[in-house]
């Protein structure tokens, strides 16, 4: 039986980031079903197995498609990519909205979502990305700097958590974690969204 706790869990605002993100993920095949063209960074066309890129002022500016800026989030590109991240969620997603409230939470979620978007597109050129882990080295990054600033266990995450999550990010410039089914990481994505985090924590204190 399924406890009433657990059971609202998936009306909150972190079961409905897991529910969109394992929707579209089956949706696009993981990323290989044609409609994965309707939430990449840049928009896209699929004509005669060939990917046509719309630049990023056609893309904003000249189809206003804003909605890109954020959806890349949801789409992941293996099962181990989407549960990894789906567990962050899970973890992380209730202990932020407890103590810091809705508001600032999905202000975390949405700034840092576009920032490592952003930052990932600019870097990596014209191809397809996605996934929440920028969002969740936001998160992550977060806890760490209020629990700095606040020199208290707030959250209730072991120390070994964000030791974890600076080996992450560096196994991941290093290329290791391709090896493991999470295919090509996005690393920029993964550092603009720790930093915005940390950022967003000394701003909102």
Not at 106 to 130: M, R, T
């Amino acid at each position: 039986m399924i406890s009433p706790q657990k059971s609202n869990f998936w009306f909150s605002i972190s079961g409905i980031l897991i529910s969109i993100s394992v929707i579209l993920t089956l949706i696009t095949f993981f990323g290989k079903n044609p409609l994965v063209q309707y939430f990449s960074f840049y928009k896209v066309d699929f004509k005669n197995n060939f990917i046509n890129f719309y630049s990023f002022q056609d893309t904003f500016f000249s189809f206003y498609e804003f909605w890109r800026l954020i959806s890349p989030i949801f789409i992941h590109f293996s099962i181990t990519h989407l549960i990894f991240n789906c567990l962050w969620i899970y973890i992380l997603g209730p202990r932020i909205i407890n103590q810091n409230g809705i508001k600032n939470f999905l202000l975390l979620i949405f700034s840092s979502a576009i920032l490592s978007n952003a930052s990932e597109a600019y870097v990596s050129g014209l191809i397809i990305f996605g996934g929440l882990s920028g969002v969740i080295f936001a998160m992550l990054g977060y806890c760490y700097a209020m629990e700095f600033i606040k020199n208290t266990s707030r959250y209730l995450l072991p120390p070994a958590i964000y030791i974890f999550m600076i080996g992450w990010l560096l196994i991941g410039y290093l290329g290791i974690l391709e090896s493991f089914g999470f295919g090509k990481i996005a690393n920029t994505a993964h550092l603009i969204g720790l930093i915005s985090g940390i950022l967003f924590a000394f701003v909102n204190d």
